[in-house]
C-alpha cells in the first residue's frame, strides 16, 4: 500500500534540508546520512516537520525522528521497543515501554543494514497495527 502524500510532504523536505545545512558540521552530515539510509529502506516514507522544527519519517504512523543536539543526532523510534533490534542499534531510552533511540555521536558510524532493517520492523510494525485498527472496525 502506497502512503498519501501529504500536501506539506514537500515543506517538510524542505525544512529538513534546510536544517541539515544549518547544521553544518558533524551533525548535518549524520542527520544527511540517516535521512538517505531511511530513504533506501521504504522509498514510501514520507518525511513530516513537527513540533517546532522535528524532522519525523512515517509510514503507516511515526517511524522515527532525528533530533539533533550539541552532542548527538536521536534517532527516535515511535514503537522502538516492540521491534527486534539483533545488532543492539538502539543505545538510549532503553527502559520505555514504546520507544527506543539510537543516539549517535560525532565520529560514530551506523551500520547501515542493521538500521535499515529497524526502519523496515518499523514500517511494519506500523502496518501490522493500522492493519489491526481496521479490522476491528469492520
Known amino acids: 500500500m502506497k502512503p498519501t502524500q501529504h500536501a ?3 515543506a517538510a523536505s524542505a525544512n529538513i534540508t534546510k536544517r541539515i545545512h544549518e547544521l553544518g558540521d558533524w551533525r548535518g552530515e549524520t542527520l544527511a546520512r540517516v535521512r538517505q539510509l531511511i530513504q533506501e529502506a521504504d522509498p514510501d516514507i514520507q518525511e ?4 517546532m522544527g522535528t524532522p519525523v519519517w512515517s509510514h503507516d504512523g511515526g517511524v522515527c525522528t532525528g533530533e539533533s543536539y550539541m552532542q548527538v543526532v536521536k534517532l527516535t523510534f515511535h514503537r522502538g ?3 527486534e533490534d539483533p545488532k543492539k542499534l538502539f543505545n538510549s531510552s532503553l527502559e520505555g515501554n ?5 543516539d549517535l555521536r560525532e565520529g560514530e558510524k551506523i551500520n547501515a543494514a542493521a538500521f535499515k532493517q529497524l526502519i523496515r520492523a518499523a514500517v511494519a510494525a506500523n502496518s501490522a497495527a493500522c ?3 481496521a479490522a ?3
Open 8 to 10: 506539506d510532504g514537500a
Open 48 to 51: 513530516e516537520w513537527k513540533w
Open 131 to 133: 492493519a489491526q485498527r
Open 98 to 102: 514504546t520507544r527506543r533511540a539510537i
Open 81 to 83: 521497543a516492540s521491534i
Open 136 to 138: 476491528k472496525k469492520r
